[in-house]
């Protein structure tokens, strides 16, 4: 009965219960992963004039962009093979930053205003 129970249990929780098997270095490397495809989205919804995420209860603005994008360029910069506990192979971090300033250019938004903590890297 309760190995019924059990399959019961891990076959209508899913995904969740097999994640308390994984190890942090997976979880780590997971979301650096999706670093790329949720800034992308992030952009998108700067295109359409959407508040960023932290902001949503406010109206589309610039300047909260800017201080979005300077955050996430700050802690993403430092992105690399030493993440995830020397485990990370993904993207470093100024290629992840660079590919998004690139696609930010394909949908025509403007410049990111950089504040003095970003501006040494030759964005």
């Known amino acids: 009965m309760r190995t019924i129970l059990l399959a019961l249990l891990i076959s209508t929780t899913g995904c969740s219960t097999l994640n308390l098997f994984a190890s942090q270095d997976a979880h780590c490397r997971e979301q650096k992963a999706e670093l790329v495809p949720w800034f992308r989205k992030a952009a998108q919804s700067e295109a359409r004039k959407s508040p960023p995420s932290g902001w949503a209860t406010q109206p589309y603005s610039r300047e909260n962009w800017d201080k979005y994008w300077n955050a996430r360029i700050y802690h993403v910069w430092t ?34 205003n950089l504040e003095a903590r970003n501006q040494d890297k030759g964005l």
Request: with cysteine.
């Open 79 to 112: 992105i690399s093979q030493t993440d995830c506990n020397s485990t990370y192979q993904g993207p470093y971090g100024p290629e992840i930053v660079r590919s998004i300033i690139q696609y930010r250019r394909e949908l025509a938004l403007p410049e990111i």
